[in-house]
């Protein structure tokens, strides 16, 4: 989550470093969430094939290097190449995570250990926002990413050295998948009807916040909201950190009672629906209150998307074959953050108004919800 959001309160900085436009600028954040969306069925496949931790270390890796090149490159190209490692090691974990979880735990605490997961995930989210800020003004660009290298270089050496793929003696219970075709694997996930409600989800209540934290988030507060750009950044880890206590709630919330997926669901979607509307019709400009709150419930919901969408990925799908239905669930997220951010600067290189750029995201969370609404009730 570090390096996902790494880039928010670095836009600014990064637009004059590689003197680029906002159109421009957005292809670092685009390739690498590209990268990542392309590649999460791969990931499943080799999360279910071969095992999280050998898995989990590839990916570690591939973003050190990654983190290592945009830290030092002195131009856009080789920016865009290390931001392109950054997303192929950043596809690779997630989703070894929470496989970790399906394998070392019973599916009653699944989401719990998601939404404890989400949890320290955040803490990278947090620390992308003002705290990366202050090492970017205080130590520089090259020093700053280069910190987040040598982070992620212990993280791998700490999974090659404590993590195993699961418990020792867990009988019955294995790492690797049955062997199937690729496509029998997309088959079985998409028609279960729990996938397919993750994956609505995930686009609804996961996108709006990754676009901001990616991105657009930062140069919002400032840019049209008026906040300087110190309390933008506060701002941005406050809202960041503020939401993760939900998570771990959520998810003994529905381990004890699964039914109360579908209320979280909807009241999440609904909400966003609404907010991300007012925001973009809201006449003469965007109130403080107004951009602070929708931000803020986007971060709630940011926050809650794993914890229910990947449970709802696991009904109806066996437990070593969780790989492929979780790739499905996270792409659909991230190719609605992606299409978005991607919509928000080419809007704003030909006018810079926040409410217009980001009419693509209301569009995609109001249709997500539908969506969302459409397949619950036909599971019921």
Do not use: K
């Amino acid at each position: 989550m570090l390096h996902r959001n790494g880039l928010g309160v670095a836009a600014l900085e990064a637009q004059s470093r590689f003197d680029v436009g906002p159109a421009l600028l957005t292809l670092l954040p685009m390739l690498q969430l590209l990268v990542y969306v392309l590649l999460q069925v791969p990931a499943g496949l080799l999360a279910d094939r071969l095992g999280p931790r050998f898995t989990l270390v590839i990916g570690m890796v591939a973003m050190t290097l990654g983190s290592c090149l945009f830290a030092l490159a002195p131009g856009i190209e080789l920016a865009v190449a290390g931001r392109f490692l950054i997303g192929l090691g950043d596809a690779l974990v997630f989703l070894n995570v929470i496989r970790l979880a399906a394998l070392w735990f019973p599916r009653a605490r699944y989401a719990l250990v998601s939404g404890l997961t989400g949890v320290v995930g955040g803490a990278g989210q947090v620390a992308s926002a003002a705290p990366l800020a202050w090492a970017l003004t205080s130590v520089g660009w090259v020093a700053a990413f280069l910190a987040t290298t040598g982070i992620t270089v212990l993280m791998a050496l700490l999974v090659l050295l404590v993590v195993r793929d699961r418990p020792s003696g867990a009988a019955g219970r294995s790492t690797v998948a049955d062997p199937i075709p690729l496509w029998s694997a997309l088959r079985e996930a998409v028609r279960a009807d729990g996938p397919r409600i993750g994956m609505a989800h995930h686009a609804a209540v996961m996108a709006p916040f990754t676009m901001m934290m990616v991105l657009w988030g930062y140069p919002f507060l400032v840019g049209g909201l008026g906040l300087p750009e110190s309390t933008a950044a506060l701002t941005l880890t406050g809202l960041a950190a503020g939401a993760l206590w939900m998570a771990p709630v959520a998810g003994a919330l529905i381990g004890r009672w699964p039914g109360i997926r579908v209320y979280f669901a909807l009241v999440l979607g609904g909400s966003l629906s609404l907010g991300w509307l007012l925001l973009v019709v809201w006449p003469g400009g965007v109130p403080l209150p107004l951009g602070v709150t929708v931000l803020a419930v986007s971060a709630l919901g940011q926050t809650m998307a794993p914890t229910i969408s990947f449970d709802f990925a696991r009904d109806g799908i066996p437990a070593s074959r969780t790989g492929v239905a979780s790739g499905l669930v996270n792409m659909t997220g991230f190719t609605t953050a992606v299409v978005c951010t991607v919509a928000a600067g080419a809007i704003l290189q030909v006018v810079p108004d926040y409410q217009l750029a980001f009419i693509p995201m209301a569009v995609t969370t109001i249709l997500s919800t539908a969506v969302l609404a459409l397949f619950i009730r036909r599971r019921v």
